[in-house]
């Protein structure tokens, strides 16, 4: 069953934009996690943001929660080519495992 | 620390014959999935272990699917049958201290 659903689908920028995606999700969470997938690849777990928190960086992430709305951000300063990838939100319930979003694709071209 | 590893990285099979994807996980993690990822489309939960019990298995289709996790370890999923609907890539994950979830690689299976 889908939980999360990311927006947009797909992400074109150009290097040093920033880049935002975003998350919603149907019902309450313990946490919500965001990971990376480059292409070929298995998924890197990226931030974890807990119910009780509103924002949370590390490095060039920025990601915000928003129970009330059932809503979650993920912010990219500066992009590079690097970060080019599928990025993904998954919630965490209590009594379930990981549930993932179909994700958004994120290219970024120098 | 070693990662999750997983094996093979692809495999290709005829309709109706069997497969079978082998996972280790990080040393330590008591909690072990499989998820199966359609092209596009994110990971979706096919089985989950505690140790080398089964928490969920609901979305597992039981009738071509099996998966063990003998000894609280590693894990094999299996599937016998396999259909062209099966073309997939099976990602192992265990699950760390503060509940992140780290992958392996994943093994593509192409089903003709």
């Known amino acids: 069953s889908q939980q999360g659903e990311e927006d947009p689908q797909a992400l074109s920028i150009q290097e040093g934009e920033n880049a935002t995606m975003n998350c919603s999700y149907k019902?309450?969470?313990?946490?919500l996690q965001w990971y990376r997938q480059n292409s070929g690849r298995g998924l890197v777990h990226l931030i974890l943001i807990r119910s009780n928190e509103r924002e949370k960086h590390s490095g060039r992430l920025r990601v915000t929660l928003d129970t009330s709305k059932k809503s979650s951000s993920l912010l990219i300063t500066a992009s590079r080519a690097a970060d080019t990838a599928s990025y993904f939100c998954?919630?965490?319930?209590?009594?379930?495992?990981?549930?993932f979003g179909k994700g958004t694709t994120l290219s970024v071209s120098s | 620390e070693a990662g999750v590893a997983q094996s093979p990285r692809y495999k290709i099979i005829e309709k109706r014959q069997s497969v079978a994807f082998w996972c280790n996980p990080i040393s330590g993690h008591a909690t072990l999935y499989w998820y199966q990822q359609i092209l596009g489309q994110g990971p979706k939960l096919l089985i989950q272990f505690q140790n080398n019990g089964v928490v969920d298995d609901s979305q597992l289709p039981k009738d071509r699917f099996s998966a063990e996790r003998l000894k609280g370890v590693d894990s094999t999923l299996k599937i016998q049958p396999a259909k062209l609907e099966d073309s997939a890539v099976y990602l192992c994950a265990s699950r760390g201290g503060t509940g992140e979830l780290f992958f392996g690689e994943g093994s593509r299976l192409t089903v003709l």
């Open positions: 998954a919630t965490d319930q209590t009594g379930t495992a990981l549930i």
């Open positions: 019902t309450s969470i313990n946490n």
